[in-house]
């Protein structure tokens, strides 16, 4: 999965929670063992058919000379999701009863834990790690769905609105992208042509600027799919694709097509318009065999003589 891969994930949550800043290394990415899904699976059957996260990584953050474990979670949405607040909430509410139930399992093997520890389960000494989930859209359009739990509420009395927990989605949207310099990977680059995949002009531009002379069969993947391009992969070297030249490519085809249909349909109609004009003429009259032999020009002063369209 293209946002599985370690150097996408890192580069999404740098720019989302460090300004593009590399504090996220590649190499501080650990895949989320299985188990732990099949826990978050296991927890009630209310969550049997549930859709869980697209990505979920371990991740050691280094900063300040502190390191922080944390849990990185990714769902990637080509559309709107208008319940996206409560989905993502539901994700790492179950990560975090997860999380409980690993450390009591671990304390009845221990048998560690007296009185109301013991009922809990959870000692006061124990802690959770903290879940980030991260929404990122592929959609060219603006995100207009809610970005919290408040959003998704009717009118709520702020007396009673106070008492309830607030839950905010964290959301990339190429919509609302302005620098594109803060990326790091060629993630940027997908988000970029999705932004401005409803302008030709400026897709031409960046396309023939040589600035998109080396990149990956994915990304290239990535971009026709959701950014609507047909950019081919065929001549692709190493896994790479010179998009400037496949463009070029594309646009030659596009021309001989449209040159081809062109004749095609040229064709067609002024064998429908000669067809209206000889309805027009007694057969074997002079102006029937003038209509039938006459050159381009001629037939043209022909049909604008009798009316032909």
């Keep these: 999965m293209y946002l599985g891969q370690n150097e996408i994930f890192a580069d999404a949550f740098n720019y989302y929670l460090f300004d593009g ?4 290394k590649p190499s501080d990415l650990a895949e989320k063992d299985i188990t732990e899904l099949s826990a978050i699976y296991k927890t009630g059957k209310i969550f049997a058919n549930q859709k869980f996260r697209d990505v979920l990584k371990l991740c050691n953050i280094k900063r300040y000379g502190q390191t922080t474990l944390v849990l990185l979670g990714i769902e990637g949405q080509a559309d709107v999701h208008y319940a996206m607040p409560v989905r993502d909430y539901l994700y790492d509410a179950l990560n975090y009863t997860a999380q409980v139930d690993d450390i009591k399992r671990n304390h009845e093997k221990a048998k560690d834990l007296n009185g109301a520890e013991k009922i809990s389960g959870f000692s006061k000494e124990d802690h959770l790690l903290p879940v980030i989930t991260l929404c990122i859209s592929f ?3 603006a ?13 709520i009395p702020e007396e009673l609105l106070k008492y309830v927990n607030n839950y905010k989605l964290n959301l990339i949207t190429p919509n609302e992208i302005s620098d594109f310099g803060r990326f790091n990977s060629e993630l940027g680059t997908v988000l970029k042509f999705i932004q401005i995949s ?3 002009t400026a897709t031409r531009d960046i396309l023939n600027s040589g600035e998109y002379e080396n990149i990956s069969t994915n990304t ?13 992969t065929g001549n692709a070297i190493g896994g790479h694709v010179n998009m400037g030249n496949a463009w070029k490519e594309l646009m030659d085809d596009i021309r001989i097509e449209g040159r081809n249909e062109g004749r095609i349909e040229g064709q067609s109609k002024g064998e429908d318009m000669l067809a209206k004009l000889l309805k027009k003429l007694d057969p074997g009259s002079t102006e029937f065999n003038k209509a039938l032999n006459a050159t381009s020009d001629e ?5 604008l003589k009798y009316g032909i369209e």
């Design 198 to 200: 409803d302008n030709k």
């Design 21 to 24: 800043k590399p504090l996220i």
């Design 139 to 141: 959609d060219n359009n």
């Design 143 to 155: 995100w207009d769905g809610p970005r919290s739990l408040y959003d998704m509420f009717g009118d």
């Design 299 to 303: 037939r043209q002063e022909m049909y």
């Design 220 to 232: 290239v993947n990535m971009i026709n799919e959701y950014a609507g391009a047909k950019i081919s």
